[in-house]
């Protein structure tokens, strides 16, 4: 395994793609006990992304839908034929599924941005999207396991992900040490951040200290190391974005009145796919310096894409917390620190809100919410929000410049994008 970066020289000379912006649902709601189903979440993002765009829904050539396993949880497959039907005028466009776990959502974007750089097309759209609350949280999360190896992995766990990702914590725990206050300090920085997302799923929630101890009542122990507020929760949501090749941004940029340079664009990307099983992806990477070699080689990709050095260029980063530890894995392989010791980051409060560089100042799965084949798309979409001034109480004072990770299984898939203005 290697983090070297793996590019052509063509990969260097891409067109840009622009994020005009886009749509999130309330992650806090319960679509089932609406009595609403997916095609209502589905339609929603879709239409509210072109009001908030401005653009016309008969521009839009081609589409993009990222999404897990709505065949498991609401029976339902063939979203492309969803997307088609939430406006007359999509009727007929091309349109396609991608499933990548919880990176469906990054995933689906990559395919978007394949499309506009290819110039086969220049408007796209796309969405990420999940219902997981129409079962309870115990059956929700056996659903979940279908992104494990499967049986190898899934057999007699009651919760695996919760337990596959205490073996990252214990790996952290053997090569470098690690405490639990560091972990606490990330969850407690993502709930109060979520407080003021108006669309989080735990904006309301209110959390004792205990919630962030190792209190057995507030905070019990799901799986090996991972407590109940070590982790994401169950969500319905979705989220959609307009992006677009440089010629219609301008086009789109003259008729509002803006300067291109102010519109967000998508400077660089990493994506790789490792082994699919946790203990042999931490079984391979020992000896190297970082738990996970594909991810620092994704962030690297993306790095030298966007034609930066490191995170010295980045106002913000949204990190992929799933669980404390993968959020604290995320700020030693985005370079925040030296591998093995975020948490120098978190105790000089670099990465918490008000520091030199935040990570997930909207809240993060944590708090905003993970329905998993929407996670990459509104990740995409807050770091559209934060480099063009529009992320209301939770905006990063002058932010130019966001980096995302979006993974899915166990980190199996990892999406990086980075994300600025000119």
């Given at each position: 395994m290697t983090a070297s970066p793996r590019l052509a020289p063509r990969d260097r000379a891409l067109p840009p793609v622009f994020v005009l912006g886009g749509h999130q649902t309330d992650f806090a709601r319960n679509i089932t006990r609406e009595g609403k189903g997916l095609f209502d979440l589905v339609g929603e993002?879709?239409?509210?992304?072109?009001?908030?765009?401005?653009?016309?829904?008969?521009?839009?050539?081609?589409?993009?839908?990222g999404s897990f396993i709505p065949e498991l949880y609401t029976g339902q497959s063939h979203l492309g034929g969803l997307l088609a039907e939430a406006h007359p005028d999509l009727a007929g466009i091309p349109i396609t599924r991608h499933e990548a776990a919880c990176a469906s959502g990054g995933v689906a974007v990559l395919a978007a941005m394949a499309d506009l750089q290819a110039g086969r097309y220049d408007v796209a759209l796309v969405l990420g999207?999940?219902?997981?609350?129409?079962?309870?949280?115990?059956?929700?999360?056996?659903?979940?396991?279908?992104?494990?190896?499967?049986?190898?992995?899934?057999?007699?766990?009651?919760?695996?992900?919760?337990?596959?990702?205490?073996?990252?914590?214990?790996?952290?725990?053997?090569r470098y040490g690690l405490r639990r206050e560091h972990l606490a300090a990330l969850a407690r920085n993502n709930y109060e951040n979520a407080r003021r997302n108006p669309n989080a799923q735990t904006r309301t929630w209110t959390l004792s200290e205990g919630a962030f101890a190792e209190d057995d009542k507030e905070n019990p122990v799901i799986a090996g190391r991972t407590r109940r507020y070590d982790a994401s929760p169950v969500t319905d949501g979705a989220a959609c974005v307009v992006l677009a090749s440089a010629d219609y941004a301008a086009a789109w940029a003259r008729r509002r009145g803006v300067p291109i340079e102010s519109v967000a664009r998508i400077e660089g990307y990493g994506h790789r796919t490792a082994r699919m099983g946790m203990k042999d992806k931490l079984e391979a990477s020992r000896g190297e310096p970082y738990v996970f070699p594909h991810v620092r080689g994704a962030v690297l990709d993306a790095f030298a894409r966007a034609r930066i050095e490191g995170p010295s260029a980045l106002s913000a980063v949204e990190a992929h917390d799933c669980f404390t530890i993968s959020h604290y894995m995320?700020?030693?392989?985005?370079?925040?620190?030296?591998?093995?010791?975020?948490?120098?980051?978190?105790?000089?409060?670099?990465?918490?809100?008000?520091?030199?560089?935040?990570?997930?100042?909207?809240?993060?799965?944590?708090?905003?919410?993970?329905?998993?084949?929407?996670?990459?798309?509104?990740?995409?979409?807050?770091?559209?929000?934060?480099?063009?001034?529009?992320?209301?109480?939770?905006?990063?004072?002058?932010?130019?410049?966001?980096?995302?990770?979006?993974?899915?299984?166990?980190?199996t898939t990892a999406v990086v994008l980075v994300i600025g203005r000119a």
């Open positions: 993002a879709a239409t509210r992304a072109l009001e908030a765009t401005g653009a016309e829904a008969r521009e839009v050539e081609v589409g993009h839908v999207v999940e219902l997981m609350r129409a079962q309870s949280g115990f059956e929700s999360q056996q659903k979940l396991g279908a992104a494990a190896w499967v049986p190898r992995e899934t057999t007699g766990v009651a919760y695996p992900w919760p337990e596959l990702f205490s073996h990252v914590a214990e790996e952290y725990d053997r995320g700020i030693d392989h985005f370079g925040i620190a030296p591998p093995g010791e975020p948490f120098r980051a978190i105790e000089d409060g670099t990465v918490l809100r008000g520091g030199k560089l935040p990570v997930n100042p909207g809240g993060g799965l944590m708090g905003i919410g993970h329905p998993v084949g929407a996670t990459g798309v509104r990740m995409l979409l807050d770091a559209q929000k934060q480099v063009t001034g529009a992320a209301g109480e939770n905006q990063v004072p002058g932010a130019k410049r966001v980096a995302m990770l979006n993974i899915g299984g166990s980190a």
